[in-house]
Structures are given as C-alpha cells and as structure tokens.
C-alpha cells in the first residue's frame, strides 16, 4: 500500500525557517489535491495549508504570510516551506493526498515534528 513519507521537520529557535517534504513511497494516480495538516498535544488537528492539482492554495488565517505550499506535479511531491517560526507552531505536521483513482482515496503521512523554542 502506498504510503506518504514526510522529512524536514526538526528543532528550530523562533524566527528561524523550516522547509516540510511529502512524497508517496509509490505511484499515485489522479491526484486532485495535496495539504498539510498539524496537531499539538491535547489539540485537534487543524489544517494549515492546501493546493490544488492546478495551483490554487489555501492557508489558515495563523500561517497567512509566514508559511508557503508548493508542489512538484512531475515528482508527486508536496513542500510546505515555514518562515518566522513561533513557538505555537510547535505541532506534528501531517501531509494528505487526495486521489481519485480507482476510487476517492486520502492518503496520509506518518507525521514530522516541529518544535519550536522560545
């Protein structure tokens, strides 16, 4: 079963940058859509940002200016690039993928974290 696989994350001081990798472990087809989510402990996991097959992203109002989503549609990989850490940032960060092919599918990572001291 593909699986997506995460790498980037670490322990970072506030105001430094990180830069998220999510990449499927095999082929995935009919992508429509890639996202990061994040949980904290004792938190629900929010989403942080999203973009489409075609471009179009979406961010939570938290990360507006201070965090960037790209893809590489040629790889099937998804970036979250993460500027002007704060410690509220210290979460783990999941990325999802979803598909339509064969069927509607969302596939998710197993996680990274990011810490962030003050």
């Known amino acids: 079963q593909v699986q997506l696989v995460e790498s980037g994350g670490g322990l970072v001081q506030a105001g430094e940058s990180l830069r998220l990798t999510c990449a499927p472990s095999?082929?995935?087809?009919?992508?429509?859509?890639m996202g990061w989510f994040r949980q904290s402990p004792g938190k629900q996991r929010e989403l942080v940002a999203t973009?489409?097959?075609?471009?179009?992203?979406h961010y939570a109002d938290s990360v507006k200016g201070r965090f960037t989503i790209s893809r590489d549609t040629a790889k099937n990989t998804v970036y979250l690039q993460l500027n002007n850490l704060k410690p509220d940032d210290t979460a783990v960060y999941y990325c999802?993928?979803?598909?339509?092919?064969?069927?509607?599918?969302?596939?998710w990572g197993q996680g990274t974290q990011v810490t962030v001291s003050s």
């Open positions: 999802t993928f979803k598909s339509d092919y064969p069927e509607p599918t969302d596939y």
């Open positions: 095999g082929s995935i087809y009919s992508i429509n859509g």
């Open positions: 973009i489409t097959y075609s471009g179009a992203t």
